[in-house]
């Protein structure tokens, strides 16, 4: 068993991720700035785990409390989620997210190695595939980013790799994934952006919820079986676990990219019906023109995952929706008791 260090622990993906590592039986640390996230999730984790951890408020792009962190814990491996990932955001405020997502991980990394942790697993993200790939897409697929976002996690990709050339002792681990949505089976924790936004599965349950009028779907002439585009969506319990079982996996030194996903694409329109069957009631939309950049289908390849590391994804699209429903339907109620 590993003592695991998780940073951004208590967002989306590091939280579920936390649940996993604790329920396998490691040990873990979670450190997260709160920027887009609440402390009360680390109660909501040992609520799950039934298992108390530790957790620490510190900024990755802050070296001397991260090197603190390091300090006091001997880690066997970091669990690398922290970061911004606002696509839009990331366009208008570049530097901000240079600073904090790159600046950051060098900051990491270089705590790492004054104490002589030499693996990390990296949420990276398929927003470093080439939008003129086709799907299902493959690891070996084309490279290159369309916003600051993906080319900043393309940048630490790299920098992880070259890390790995020159220090024959480290161990990286590069997932890949699209769209994760869904939520703990508990309804403890899940995605509830505050405001607007910026994915799918949150938007739609605002409109559900009559915080948003309707949902906008933009473009219904695509060539996909309903006209809407089609994406790759995991259950976030599934990437977790993914987490994890790539951890225990890879014992060798070097680089290691995987793909997380279903190996299928869902559309828009899909999406929006499996949504209607978890809250039995329609969701109001509105078909809009296409976005520039958007393309008809856009999905994965998982094949390496499943035969190098044993995984696939577990969960269909009802589930994904229907946990994520339960969860806002959870949090709402609890915060009308308030």
Same mark, same amino acid.
């Given at each position: 068993?590993?003592?695991i260090?998780v940073?951004?622990?208590t967002?989306y993906?590091g939280?579920?991720?936390a649940?996993?590592?604790l329920?396998a039986g490691?040990?873990i640390?979670i450190?997260?700035n709160l920027?887009?996230?609440?402390?009360?999730?680390?109660?909501q984790i040992e609520?799950?785990?039934?298992?108390?951890?530790?957790?620490?408020k510190?900024d990755?792009?802050?070296?001397? /409390?991260?090197e603190k962190?390091?300090?006091k814990?001997?880690?066997?491996?970091?669990?690398h989620?922290?970061g911004?990932?606002a696509? =839009?955001?990331?366009m208008s405020?570049?530097?901000?997210y240079?600073?904090n997502?790159?600046?950051?991980?060098v900051? %990491?990394l270089?705590?790492?190695?004054n104490?002589?942790?030499n693996?990390?697993?990296?949420s990276?993200?398929?927003?470093v595939?080439?939008?003129?790939?086709k799907?299902?897409?493959g690891?070996?697929?084309v490279?290159?980013?369309?916003?600051?976002?993906g080319e900043?996690?393309?940048?630490?990709?790299?920098?992880?790799?070259d890390?790995?050339?020159?220090?024959?002792?480290?161990?990286?681990?590069?997932?890949?994934y699209f769209n994760?949505?869904g939520?703990?089976?508990s309804?403890?924790?899940?995605?509830?952006?505050?405001g @607007?936004?910026?994915n799918?599965?949150?938007?739609?349950?605002?409109?559900?919820?009559?915080?948003?009028?309707h949902?906008?779907?933009?473009?219904?002439?695509?060539?996909?079986p309903?006209?809407?585009?089609v994406r790759d969506?995991?259950?976030?319990?599934?990437?977790?676990?993914g987490?994890?079982?790539?951890f225990?996996?890879?014992?060798?030194? =070097?680089?290691? @990219?995987?793909n %997380?996903?279903?190996?299928k694409?869902?559309?828009?329109?899909e999406?929006?019906?499996?949504f209607?069957?978890?809250l039995?009631k329609p969701?109001?939309?509105?078909? /809009?023109?296409?976005r520039?950049g958007?393309?008809?289908?856009y999905f994965g390849?998982?094949?390496?995952?499943?035969?190098? %590391?044993g995984?696939? /994804?577990?969960f269909g699209?009802?589930?994904m929706?229907?946990?994520?429903?339960?969860?806002?339907?959870?949090?709402?109620s609890?915060?009308?008791?308030?």
């Amino acid at each position: 068993m590993g003592k695991i260090l998780v940073t951004g622990g208590t967002g989306y993906i590091g939280s579920h991720s936390a649940v996993e590592l604790l329920n396998a039986g490691h040990e873990i640390v979670i450190i997260d700035n709160l920027c887009n996230s609440n402390k009360d999730t680390v109660t909501q984790i040992e609520k799950i785990t039934g298992k108390q951890i530790k957790f620490i408020k510190a900024d990755i792009t802050d070296k001397a /409390a991260i090197e603190k962190v390091f300090q006091k814990t001997k880690f066997d491996c970091v669990f690398h989620f922290a970061g911004l990932k606002a696509v =839009g955001e990331s366009m208008s405020e570049p530097i901000k997210y240079y600073q904090n997502n790159v600046g950051g991980t060098v900051n %990491l990394l270089e705590c790492m190695l004054n104490h002589g942790v030499n693996k990390i697993v990296f949420s990276s993200s398929a927003t470093v595939y080439a939008a003129k790939n086709k799907s299902p897409i493959g690891e070996d697929a084309v490279l290159e980013t369309s916003n600051v976002y993906g080319e900043t996690k393309l940048i630490i990709e790299n920098m992880l790799k070259d890390l790995c050339r020159a220090n024959k002792d480290f161990c990286a681990i590069i997932l890949r994934y699209f769209n994760p949505i869904g939520a703990h089976e508990s309804g403890l924790i899940g995605e509830n952006p505050n405001g @607007i936004p910026n994915n799918l599965a949150p938007y739609i349950l605002k409109v559900a919820l009559g915080e948003l009028p309707h949902l906008n779907v933009f473009g219904s002439d695509y060539k996909t079986p309903d006209g809407t585009g089609v994406r790759d969506y995991i259950h976030v319990v599934d990437l977790a676990r993914g987490h994890i079982c790539a951890f225990e996996k890879i014992k060798t030194n =070097g680089a290691h @990219i995987y793909n %997380l996903g279903t190996g299928k694409g869902t559309s828009v329109l899909e999406i929006i019906k499996s949504f209607e069957r978890a809250l039995g009631k329609p969701i109001p939309y509105k078909i /809009a023109p296409r976005r520039a950049g958007d393309i008809d289908s856009y999905f994965g390849d998982p094949t390496k995952a499943k035969k190098e %590391l044993g995984w696939v /994804a577990q969960f269909g699209i009802d589930e994904m929706c229907s946990s994520q429903a339960k969860f806002i339907i959870k949090q709402t109620s609890a915060s009308a008791k308030r």
